[in-house]
Each structure stands twice: as structure tokens, then as C-alpha cells.
Nanobody, 124 residues
Framework: QLQAFGGGLVQAGGFLRLSCATS????????IGWFRQAPGKEREVVAA???????YYADSVKGRFTISRDNGKKMVYLQMNSLKSEDAAVYSC????????????????????WGQGTQVTVSS
């Protein structure tokens, strides 16, 4: 199971750190992805991190967002800096069991386990 939290209201230019908490014994085998969906828009990938540590970022967040993981705590974080109004959305985390030499999944339909999202609101 996964649970995303840490969302809230922030001014444009501000920052937030989202957390994705997981349970179970398989966390170290997971790739974790962060996705977001704004009203009237399709869900899109924001960032993803492989079990081996490799990362992926959507072009829209490169240089502003950082994804990281703590295998001991079974947590994944999304540090979001320089937030823009267009970053406002419901953010969700998802997991997929991957082999160490496998590619990092970046599409929503590749992920198996999903948690409830957390709302991020950016005021201008």
C-alpha cells in the first residue's frame, strides 16, 4: 500500500516536499513514480526513481523538482521548488516491482500499485 502526503497551499515560487509512504517487504524492489492530475487534464508523470537509484523527470519540472528514496524508511520524496501555478494538481505515487537491470517505467499504465493523492495548490 502507498500513501502520498505533504501537499498544501503554497505561493508561487515557494516549495513543498511530498512524501510517499509504503508498507510491505517489497519496497527495495520497487520503482516509484510520482504523477499528477489537474482538473480537466490527463494524468501525467512528474518524476520516477528506479530501485537502483536512476531517476526520470518530466521536462516541465527538470531543475525544480527532485525525487529521492530512503529504502530503510520505505519512503520516497518529491522536493518541489520554484513552484508555478501550473504545478497545481493532485499528486499521487505509484509502485512497480522491477528487476535491477530493467528500465525505469515512466507511464502510468506501467505501474501496478497506487496510493491516494495529495492536493497541491499554488497561489499566484
Amino acid at each position: 500500500q502507498l500513501q502520498a502526503f505533504g501537499g498544501g497551499l503554497v505561493q508561487a515560487g515557494g516549495f513543498l516536499r511530498l512524501s510517499c509512504a509504503t508498507s510491505g517487504h517489497s519496497f527495495s524492489r520497487y520503482a516509484i513514480g510520482w504523477f499528477r492530475q489537474a482538473p480537466g487534464k490527463e494524468r501525467e508523470v512528474v518524476a520516477a526513481i528506479h530501485r537502483g537509484g536512476g531517476t526520470y523527470y518530466a521536462d516541465s519540472v527538470k531543475g525544480r523538482f527532485t525525487i529521492s528514496r530512503d529504502n530503510g524508511k520505505k519512503m520516497v520524496y518529491l522536493q518541489m521548488n520554484s513552484l508555478k501555478s501550473e504545478d497545481a494538481a493532485v499528486y499521487s505515487c505509484a509502485a512497480k516491482d522491477v528487476i535491477l537491470s530493467g528500465t525505469l517505467p515512466t507511464r502510468a499504465d506501467e505501474y501496478v500499485y497506487w496510493g491516494q493523492g495529495t492536493q497541491v495548490t499554488v497561489s499566484s
